[in-house]
């Protein structure tokens, strides 16, 4: 069984490591410390330690390939001076400008690795380096890249070699919440919310017994809303719960199931699993309610933060029953097109909704279902008069580009100010040269002659003042500084919240014979324990009967089905964590669990020890 350490411990030791070296060779203005890459997962960063004799301000500038690109960042006054840089280049020598408040300057040369191949390179970009002001656009992948952000000239200035996933949300205090890369289930889930800075210091893991997807928001007062789910009910992608920012337990909870019908007016990727698809949403702090994407019935819905009732839905209200047609759906004004299978959504200062309309099929009606070829997808921008319930559509960009913009799947818009937005068309595909069908299909993803695409388009009074086209599916686009009004480095070690909660129990192990022989090489087991739980690789047959069996000493057992059952996702958002189809993983966590366990594994009608025996601390 191997062991793998949690990143924050990884990356406690080698804070602790540099400023060891630093501290004890007392490394001077004049010969400062520079260790790249210092957290291990952002290549495109350093730190710059070094002391002063007085207290002394520090001014930095990451020298660009043209004076557009410079990227400058001013630090107060101290003795102890740890700067983070960002905005290297890859592959190359980088000059890196430090000026002391004393007046005292000096260049200091730093060299990276070449860029990941996964990494990809922008086809084309179109902008400027006024418009850009300095920031860059941030990309996070839906298959088939890295993590990366981009300056005016398409250079990548940042990147993560982890699988940070889902929404990069910028937080109050100068760091951004993100998806962890340690899955908890397919296709998609993970443990939780990492809170972390862009030289790749991770503060904390926010974890959910349900895990984390699409999306999260964070309140004033810094608790996190974040969508979830309940494995246990037999349906995903439909709750949300609020998250104590301190010790990350969970405050509240709304279960979409008691706000809305599960089989009600479906959209073309609706499943029973899978009926509502949660992939955004937003609070309002003026109306005290909480906006809701739900993709596979192609409404945006708003809810009561305190009540969790339902205050109305925005969508075609084809198929609805007729007492919800006239309670809550929005009653269109004026020339206006509903959106489908929609992703995203925001309320603009002044109360209005944006969202990303997919267009995947564009119709409720099955005989009316629009090909991809024939398609398109649009930012779109509703204003809606709460108080008479009716809405309008008063902006929309996309459509006239047809299908070479269409993304029946991910994608998102973002509101600057008035007639400022961005719109990101993440997930554009096509096989010799057409539009492909489907959504987030995995023989599209395996494909190596499709062609995925994303174009990330900003709008200014009508104009297109940014876009940048890359040849891989990015799940979303967000446009941030590298250097964060707040907090760009804080030493010190890292913080797990929450928990995992127990992983659910089966009654009964099935009646089998015990076998003295080992487990068989075909079934390929691979077990690895991380500090919160085991994970239990092997590969199977579809339907094939395999159990996990824990027995303590006193002659209990603690039962787990694992499924080996062929799965197919209708919509599948995010493709990077997907394996070989007969490969299967069953995670069991520690939470609930305490002594020592030997371990058997039941496949078909046979029980085999594995010769392990599990020591859980609880």
Not at 122 to 148: N, R, W
Not at 223 to 250: H, P, Q
Not at 332 to 359: K, R, S
Not at 437 to 463: H, I
């Amino acid at each position: 069984m191997k062991t793998i350490e949690h990143f924050i411990d990884q990356q406690a030791a080698a804070e602790q490591e540099f400023m060891e070296n630093f501290h004890r060779e007392h490394s001077s203005f004049e010969n400062p410390l520079v260790t790249v890459n210092p957290y291990g997962i952002a290549p495109l960063t350093a730190v710059i330690a070094f002391f002063t004799e007085e207290k002394a301000s520090v001014s930095i500038t990451v020298k660009g390939m043209e004076a557009g690109g410079d990227i400058a960042k001013s630090f107060s006054e101290t003795y102890e001076h740890v700067i983070p840089v960002l905005g290297l280049y890859p592959g190359t020598d980088n000059t890196v400008e430090l000026r002391l408040s004393d007046g005292r300057c000096k260049e200091i040369m730093i060299t990276t690795g070449p860029l990941d191949s996964a990494v990809k390179l922008p086809e084309s970009i179109d902008t400027t380096a006024a418009y850009m002001g300095g920031k860059m656009m941030f990309v996070v992948p839906a298959m088939g890249a890295l993590p990366a952000a981009y300056d005016y000239r398409g250079d990548c200035r940042w990147y993560c070699t982890e699988n940070i996933t889902f929404a990069i949300k910028e937080l109050q205090n100068g760091r951004f919440s993100i998806g962890s890369p340690r899955l908890l289930e397919k296709p998609y889930y993970t443990t939780g919310l990492w809170e972390m800075d862009l030289i790749g210091k991770i503060y904390a893991e926010y974890r959910l017994p349900g895990g984390y997807h699409h999306d999260q928001f964070e309140m004033e007062d810094g608790n996190l809303l974040v969508l979830t789910e309940c494995f246990e009910n037999g349906t995903v992608e439909d709750m949300c719960v609020l998250i104590d920012r301190a010790d990350g337990s969970i405050l509240k909870t709304w279960d979409f199931k008691d706000i809305l019908p599960q089989d009600a007016a479906p959209s073309g990727s609706w499943s029973t699993h899978d009926w509502f698809h949660n992939n955004a949403l937003w609070y309002d702090k003026k109306t005290d309610s909480i906006t809701l994407s739900g993709r596979h019935q192609d409404v945006l819905i708003n809810i009561d933060f305190q009540t969790g009732k339902l205050n109305w839905i925005l969508g075609d209200p084809e198929g609805w029953p007729e007492d919800m047609r006239e309670a809550y759906f929005l009653k269109p004004v004026g020339d206006l097109e509903w959106q489908y299978e929609q992703h995203a959504c925001l309320i603009t200062p002044d109360g209005d909704v944006m969202t990303f309309d997919n267009g995947h099929y564009r119709s409720k009606n099955p005989e009316h279902y629009r090909l991809g070829k024939d398609n398109y997808s649009r930012g779109v921008r509703f204003s809606i008069d709460r108080e008479n319930r009716t809405v309008r559509q008063i902006w929309q960009y996309g459509k006239e580009r047809g299908n070479e913009f269409f993304s029946p799947y991910i994608s998102n818009v973002d509101y600057y100010g008035e007639g400022h937005y961005l719109v990101h068309s993440g997930g554009i595909a096509s096989l010799d040269g057409i539009t492909c069908e489907g959504v987030g299909s995995r023989r599209y993803f395996e494909n190596k002659n499709v062609r995925l695409e994303s174009k990330t388009v900003e709008l200014l009074d009508g104009s297109v003042v940014y876009e940048m086209c890359l040849n891989a599916n990015y799940y979303r686009a967000k446009k941030m500084a590298l250097y964060s009004e707040g907090e760009n480095l804080t030493l010190g070690r890292g913080t797990v919240l929450g928990t995992l909660g127990k992983t659910p129990e089966f009654g009964t192990a099935a009646e089998t014979e015990y076998s003295k022989s080992i487990i068989p090489d075909q079934y390929h087991l691979d077990i690895s324990e991380e500090f919160d739980r085991y994970t239990f690789h092997g590969t199977f047959e579809k339907g094939q009967l395999v159990m996990l069996v824990l027995e303590d000493g006193e002659g209990s057992c603690h039962n787990y089905f694992i499924s080996t059952s062929a799965v197919s996702f209708t919509a599948m958002c995010v493709g990077t964590f997907q394996s070989s189809g007969r490969q299967v993983d069953f995670r069991l966590n520690k939470c609930g669990l305490q002594g020592e366990y030997a371990v058997s594994l039941i496949i078909d009608d046979t029980k085999y020890s594995l010769g392990l025996t599990l020591k859980i601390d609880g």
